[in-house]
Structure formats: C-alpha cells, structure tokens
C-alpha cells in the first residue's frame, strides 16, 4: 500500500517520460537481485533444472576435467590437468591404450596390440562370411547379441553419435569346420582374431576352430571395444591394431545353479547365461530338483511339478527349457540339466501311493529330519520299488529331448543317507539281504543307469556325470561304477584327497571342491541347528588361486574342468547377480587361462588382475548384470595403489 501511494505521488508531479526512466531503473534493481540470487542459490537452482540440463552441465564439467589419466610404466596415473596436458584422458581410454591388455579371461597366446584407437559407430559393424546354412544361422545369432552388446557399451541414448574415423567396420569370420554347430567335449573352441585397417575401413578378422571358437573371439572383440565419454561427448572406440590367438586350458567350464532350494525365474537364468558367455564358460549345470521343490514341468509324468512345484508360476515348462537352451547355444554354452536322485528327492515324488505305484520315495518331509538327511526337508528315492525306475526313465527321456544333450548327462547321486534305507527299506524286503547298505545304493545306480541308456536310444552318454560320495570310494568304484562312462564331479575339499584317490583309479573328473569354489558359502545360518552349512566366504582370490592340478603329476589330462557351484538356499533371484559376479568370473579365468600364480613370492595376485577384473565387472554392469563392487572406487581410478 505503501509503494502504490509513492508511485502515484511520483507520477503526479512527474511526466510520462520519467516514469519510463524510473521504471528501467527498478528493472535494472530487479535484475541485479535476480543475478545475485542466482549465485548464492545455485544448489536450490540446480534442482529446479530437468535431469536433461543436468546431465548436460554434468558432460561439461566432466569435458572440462578436474584429472586426466597418463600411461607411465603400464600402468594408468591420475593427474590433476594442466593446461599444458591438453584434453582430458577419461581412465578407460588410458586403460585401453596403456599397454596393459584389459581382456578377461586373459587369452593363452600370444597377444599384440596397438596403443591407438579409432571412433566408429554401432551401425557401421557388418560381418562378413562365406559361411552357409546352420552355422550361418547360428553366427548370425551370435553376431547379433555381439553388436547387442557394443550398443550397451555405448551411453549414447540419441543413437549413435556422428562422429566416426572410419568408413565401415568389418567383421570377417571363418572356420575351419563348419559343420559343428553343437558343443562337444572335443570341439575345438581356439580362435585367432586380427584388428588392421585397409585404406577406410576397419578390418577384423576371426579364424576359429568351430563356430564356437569364433563367438568366443566375437566376445574378445567387445573387449577391445570402449566407450570414452571425454571424447566429442562420448563415442566408441576400438583398437586399430591387435592380433591375438587364444584357446581355452580346460574343455569343460561350468556354472551349476540350483533352482530347487528357491525358485529362480527363466530370465535371471539367462542372466547367468549372459555372464556366462561374457566369461567363456561354456557349461550351465542346471540343478532342477531337489527334495524341497520339482519345478521341472515332465510332459511324460505331468504329477511331478503338479505336486512338487512351489506354485503354479513357479515352474519349467517345455517351451521355456527349449528356449534356454537355444539361447544358451547362441552364447557358446551347452546346458545340463540334473535331476537329483536318490538322495535329493522328496517333494514331488510323494503321489505314487494314490495312483497304486507305491512309495516313489521314502522319508519325505520326515522329522526329526537330522537323522535322515543332511537338511530339511528329507526326501530318498524307493530304490525296491519297479515303479521307481520307471518314471526315472520317463524323466531321463524328457531331459534328453529337451536339452538335446546327449553327450553329458548328469545321475546326481550325492549324500545318501543309509539311516533312511536302513530304517525304509531293507526290513521291508525278504529278498534283498545287504549287509552293507552301499551295495543297495550301488544297485541303485546301476538301474538308473539301464534306464538312462534306454531313454538315450540303447547307448549310455559318453559322459555320466555323478557328484563324488561314499559311492565313489573304493571298494565300490570297482563294483558299480565304470570308469569308462562315470566322470565323478569332486566336490569334497582338496585336503580330503578323494580327488588324488579318483585321479590314481583312472576316473576323468570334474572340479568343484567346496573350499574354493562354492559361491553360496558364507552367508551364515538359516537354521537354528546345526552350523551353517560351509563357512567361509569364499573370496574370489581364494576362487582365482585354487589350482589343485599344479600338485598333480598324474593322469592331469583325466580333469575336463571345473565347475563353480551355487547352491540356493539363501538366494533367489534377487540377489543371484551378485552371488555369482564378479566372483565367476575369478574362477573362469582360473578355468580359460589357467594363469600361474605364485604365492611365495611378493604379491600372489598381480595389481594387473585387479584392475583387469574391475574393468570386467564393469562390463558385466554394463550387460545389466548387477556385479558385485571389488573395492573403493578409488582403488579403480588409481591403478596399483591399493595392494
Ligand atoms: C583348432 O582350430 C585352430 C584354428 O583356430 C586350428 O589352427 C587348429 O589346428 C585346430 N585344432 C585341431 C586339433 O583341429
Ligand atoms: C560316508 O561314510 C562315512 C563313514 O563311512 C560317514 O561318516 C559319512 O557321513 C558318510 N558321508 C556321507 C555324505 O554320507
Ligand atoms: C516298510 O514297512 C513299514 C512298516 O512295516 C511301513 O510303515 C513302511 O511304509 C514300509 N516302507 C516301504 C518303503 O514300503
Ligand atoms: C543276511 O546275510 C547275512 C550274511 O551275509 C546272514 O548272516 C543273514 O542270516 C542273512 N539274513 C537273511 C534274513 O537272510
């Protein structure tokens, strides 16, 4: 009211000219408060600007840069930039041209590779081939999910940017046999893989062994492939000039994820699968059942998942197994799936009395459950009952189908518990007399491996995988399993020396022993009784450093590889992410390169495989894994300053 009144007592006696003049001058006041306002508020200001702004004043500052990063001595050094630094190097940029190779699992042949790089974009890649058919097919797939992934490495949300050094990016493949398009022990998945340039354009060139050496040097290729956000704010970059020639130590390389303990849905598996092949693991052990749940949907005896599923969304139908395995083949990875028996088996089996076939299974859900089984809830195949093998035939016939695998097959046949026969069976029975209930066991098996060969066409799986137990120690290796068919998964600790014992008898193995490489230890107690089932933690250097066969001098060609195991009691797909990564990756380098480590002298693990690892994890992010973190940041952005 006030201000009103002065101006009318300023207008009266004034014209109309100086109430223009006044009028400026407030507006001159005005803008002096604004500008002033503005500074001292620029946080209020700042969140008052569209996440768009933001990022763009978030790019500029970056442009600006506080730290670049200098090669010296292989190894990549924050500096704070000075004007004489010129431009700013983002830390992947320098990482990648800093001599220090950030491929992961780190190739086993020579590797060259040049310190230059070029800018292209994603709709530039092209593959080239003369490759018909099946395997072309195939290729096709893998070079697809290949520039799949170069787009995710991008950041550039607009598409591409336009900026781009080159006039095309040339991807040639070929392979020397073109008629394997599915994994076999024996296939040879070596590969070689240049980077040159002719006149314009890019030049990669893949020579591989099969199909699936090439997609593993699809998967290198994105290795030499970045995004530098510093450069014409951000494009991607790859290396003009590498040569590399790579094959992996060990034909068999798994990953065995149980989805009995707890559900997990069809599209976190294939984000194993994606880990998987970003890795070059080339096995996915699927442990289906187990004696809490069946979710394997049997189109041959529908009742199993009927009563042994979770929930009725909580299943495997046949489609969606068929679409894991093709999606697993695309990505080098070959899926085998377990139905664990005759231990393991509970829920699920437990419909035969109604249907007149009997007890299928016998101390299911019993208590006090510690005294038949090694966790709740029990649950032992009916090993007397004719039925029993019946519909294990039926399943084994599914399973075939499905996975189309039918060189590896998986018995199960871990920790049986005789206290359950003792007390279940053997007085039931006035035919059978063992006074070693091992041989019922024995027996057991031999049937399930009849049935198995008559599901498989007459012929038993060149490999019959079954976990290392009391089964798979003498005198009862002789008697029951042979060698020529059994491959025995050795998961009981090193020290226990079951694996020398196995190795010594001939028998070809596969590793997973417990204190290395069990991913799901660690995580305390989910029971009041009893302790948790294996502590530690396993910490992917001790993952990374078990090398068992270094102290083996005999019969080494008789390991086929590894397998790093996560069981799932304490985890489902919420956390499956980053139970596995990077952890996983850890064990397949161990199982690709099989790098000499030496604990005896300075560091047992060089800095190299930390920051190596840590760009790799960043990679599993940027396929939208969500990896566990490796240390501080800082530790990332500082080679070498943190051991
Ligand atoms: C495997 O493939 C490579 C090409 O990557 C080839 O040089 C090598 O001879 C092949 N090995 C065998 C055993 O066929
Ligand atoms: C194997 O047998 C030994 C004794 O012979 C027993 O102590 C152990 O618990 C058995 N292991 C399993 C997994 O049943
Ligand atoms: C064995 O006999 C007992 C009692 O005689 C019975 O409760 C149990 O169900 C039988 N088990 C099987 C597997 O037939
Ligand atoms: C079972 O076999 C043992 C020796 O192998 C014998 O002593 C026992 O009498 C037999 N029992 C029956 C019921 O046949």
């Not at 003369?130 to 097919?137: N, P």
């Not at 956000?229 to 149980?258: C, N, Q, W």
């Not at 090993?383 to 499905?402: A, C, F, Q, R, S």
């Not at 560091?603 to 840590?614: G, H, K």
Request: overall charge neutral.
């Amino acid at each position: 009211m006030p201000i009103t009144n002065m101006i009318k007592q300023i207008i009266r006696p004034l014209g109309l000219r100086k109430v223009l003049y006044f009028l400026l001058l407030m507006c001159g006041v005005l803008i002096f408060y604004l500008m002033r306002y503005q500074l001292t508020s620029s946080s209020k200001h700042q969140a008052r600007l569209s996440a768009k702004q933001q990022e763009t004043i978030a790019k500029s500052s970056q442009l600006e840069g506080v730290w670049t990063w200098k090669c010296h001595n292989e190894k990549c050094e924050r500096h704070a930039r000075t004007k004489q630094d010129g431009p700013s190097v983002s830390l992947t940029t320098c990482n990648m041209l800093c001599g220090s190779m950030q491929l992961w699992p780190s190739p086993t042949g020579p590797v060259t590779l040049g310190s230059r790089a070029l800018i292209f974009t994603v709709d530039q890649i092209h593959l080239e081939t003369v490759l018909v058919g099946a395997i072309k097919e195939l290729l096709d797939n893998a070079f697809i999910n290949f520039v799949d992934n170069v787009a995710k490495t991008s950041r550039n949300k607009n598409g591409d940017s336009k900026y781009s050094d080159i006039n095309k990016f040339r991807v040639f493949i070929n392979v020397i046999d073109s008629d394997t398009t599915k994994l076999y022990i024996g296939t040879n998945e070596s590969y070689s893989l240049t980077i040159s340039t002719i006149e314009t354009d890019l030049v990669v060139s893949i020579r591989a062994g099969t199909f699936f050496g090439a997609r593993h040097a699809l998967e290198t290729l994105s290795q030499l492939i970045w995004w530098d956000e510093l450069t014409h704010g951000g494009v991607l970059k790859v290396l003009k000039l590498a040569s590399i020639s790579d094959s992996p130590a060990f034909p068999y390389r798994g990953i065995m994820v149980d989805t009995a303990r707890n559900f997990i849905p069809i599209e976190s598996i294939k984000r194993v699968l994606t880990g998987m092949a970003a890795n070059k693991l080339n096995a996915f052990h699927w442990h289906i059942t187990d004696s809490q749940s069946f979710p394997f949907m049997s189109t041959r005896v529908p009742k199993m998942s009927r009563f042994g599923a979770y929930g009725r969304d909580m299943v495997y139908h046949p489609e969606d197994i068929k679409d894991i395995v093709e999606y697993a083949r695309v990505r080098g990875i070959r899926v085998v799936i377990e139905i664990d028996t005759p231990a393991h088996a509970g829920n699920g089996w437990n419909w035969g009395p109604t249907e007149g076939l009997g007890e299928l299974a016998v101390c299911v859900n019993e208590q006090p459950w510690s005294a038949y089984c090694g966790e709740p809830p029990c649950g032992q195949l009916n090993p007397i009952n004719p039925n029993t093998y019946n519909v294990l035939e039926k399943l084994y016939t599914d399973i075939l189908e499905l996975s189309e695998e039918t060189e590896i097959f998986h018995l199960g046949g871990d920790e049986v518990n005789l206290e359950c026969w003792s007390r279940e069976v053997k007085w039931n029975d006035s035919k059978l007399n063992y006074t070693d209930l091992h041989d019922l066991w024995g027996v057991f098996t031999l049937k399930a491996l009849e049935r198995l060969k008559k599901a498989n066409g007459n012929k038993l799986p060149k490999y019959v995988i079954m976990w290392s137990s009391n089964l798979s120690k003498k005198p009862y290796t002789t008697k029951y399993l042979n060698k020529n068919n059994i491959v025995i998964q050795a998961w009981g600790p090193f020290q226990w020396g079951q694996t020398l014992e196995l190795l010594q008898e001939g028998y070809r193995l596969i590793i997973s022993h417990v204190d290395a490489w069990y991913l799901d230890c660690g995580f305390g107690r989910w029971r009041e009784t009893g302790e948790a089932a294996c502590d530690p933690y396993r910490t992917w250097q001790s993952i990374y450093m078990h090398r068992p066969w270094d102290s083996i001098s005999f019969n080494k060609g008789k390991i086929l590889g590894g397998e790093a195991c996560l069981w799932s009691e304490q985890v489902d797909a919420d956390s499956l992410d980053s139970r596995l990564w990077p952890r996983a990756a850890a064990f397949a380098e161990r199982i690709w390169s099989d790098p000499i480590v030496n604990p005896f002298s300075g560091f047992a693990i060089d800095e190299s495989v930390y920051t190596r690892l840590s760009t790799q994890r960043d990679r599993l992010m940027e396929r939208g894994l969500i990896a566990e973190a490796l240390w501080p940041q800082w530790c990332t952005q500082n080679p070498g300053m943190c051991l």
